[in-house]
């Protein structure tokens, strides 16, 4: 392998960890919390929690056991209003902290 494609390689393998670590920053039981009073009306958002109050609105246990709810995946998810939700305007802090408490309840069935 060439110096290029090794310095390539080497710029790659740690910018992806950064952007991994950086998607990971919040606080989960911040984010608990505000799930708690923001989406819990209509969302389960409680581990091992298998029903929501609304029938439309997935279980955030089944949220976070999707391989494809990554953080990006969900800060997407979070900022887009959707027909049947309100449209909540999240905080850059209160995102994270949404995403760090989903992504917690991983493993947790």
Do not use: K
Not at 66 to 81: C, E, H, K, Q
Request: proline share 6%; charged share 10%; with cysteine.
């Amino acid at each position: 392998m060439n110096s290029v494609a090794s310095g390539l390689a080497l710029i790659f393998t740690l910018a992806s960890g950064v952007a991994a670590y950086a998607q990971d920053t919040g606080d989960a039981a911040a984010g608990a919390a505000f799930a708690r009073t923001a989406c819990g009306s209509c969302h389960a958002t409680q581990a091992r929690q298998e029903v929501s109050p609304n029938a439309d609105a997935p279980p955030f246990q089944v949220i976070a056991e999707m391989p494809s709810m990554t953080g990006m995946a969900l800060t997407v998810w979070l900022r887009t209003s959707h027909p049947t939700m309100p449209n909540l305007q999240l905080t850059p802090t209160e995102t994270a902290d949404v995403i760090a408490y989903i992504h917690s309840l991983r493993g947790n069935r």
